[in-house]
T-cell receptor, first 113, second 110 residues
Framework: SQQGEEDPQALSIQEGENATMNCSYKTSINNLQWYRQNSGRGLVHLILIRSNEREKHSGRLRVTLDTSKKSSSLLITASRAADTASYFC?????????????FGQGTILTVHP | DGGITQSPKYLFRKEGQNVTLSCEQN?????MYWYRQDPGQGLRLIYYSQIVNDFQKGDIAEGYSVSREKKESFPLTVTSAQKNPTAFYLC?????????FGSGTRLTVV
């Protein structure tokens, strides 16, 4: 089964609003990563947060990690139509081969102009 | 520019045929991966390789084979034993955790 479960499966908002996506996982991790995928394209790495970190920022992105709840959230502030894409969380599981990631099923974000 | 190149972008296969998907990277990354993505789903790991001449099965390796003769190249063969090969295939490489993905190959069985 998938290590990461994402919520919601789909999110529709207006330009300028904030978008929050959540990811839950089952086992201890080394790090958690967020990726973006435009329709029919490869994934683009957005941000990596390590298991000993609680929050990271990158531009309009803010990621939090709560290892006690085994969950993470991705916040996109002041969204733009160009942010429309699928967003995936991926976990590097503690004790497995270095670099091997397990992906969630993704959240489809639609930002209306 | 450094990156990962997957080819072809679209591939059509007849029942019973083997096909090979190409993945080349010039990022000098040691690790490379193949994932399969079905509509509305996340990525599932097929095979991965951490160094040249070594590779391991992922979660859904049945019906697939790979080779890693060069650091830059990690081709994936979809064999006739793969019962449902129609999918989007993504290759990735990594160093220090973050992945760089290719743009994918869409394989359709006709």
């Amino acid at each position: 089964s998938q290590q990461g479960e994402e919520d919601p499966q789909a999110l529709s908002i207006q330009e300028g609003e904030n978008a929050t996506m959540n990811c839950s996982y089952k086992t201890s991790i080394n790090n958690l990563q967020w990726y973006r995928q435009n329709s029919g394209r490869g994934l683009v790495h957005l941000i990596l947060i390590r298991s000993n970190e609680r929050e990271k920022h990158s531009g309009r992105l803010r990621v939090t990690l709560d290892t006690s709840k085994k969950s993470s959230s991705l916040l996109i502030t002041a969204s733009r139509a160009a942010d429309t894409a699928s967003y995936f969380c991926a976990t590097a599981i503690y004790g497995t081969s270095y670099g091997k990631l397990t992906f969630g099923q993704g959240t489809i974000l639609t930002v209306h102009p | 520019d450094g990156g990962i190149t997957q080819s072809p972008k679209y591939l059509f296969r007849k029942e019973g045929q083997n096909v090979t998907l190409s993945c080349e990277q010039n990022l000098n990354h040691d690790a490379m991966y193949w994932y399969r993505q079905d509509p509305g789903q996340g990525l599932r790991l097929i095979y991965y390789s951490q160094i040249v001449n070594d590779f391991q099965k992922g979660d859904i390796a049945e019906g697939y084979s790979v080779s890693r003769e060069k650091k830059e190249s990690f081709p994936l063969t979809v064999t006739s034993a793969q019962k449902n090969p129609t999918a989007f295939y993504l290759c990735a490489s990594s160093i220090l955790g973050g992945y760089t993905f290719g743009s994918g190959t869409r394989l359709t069985v006709v």
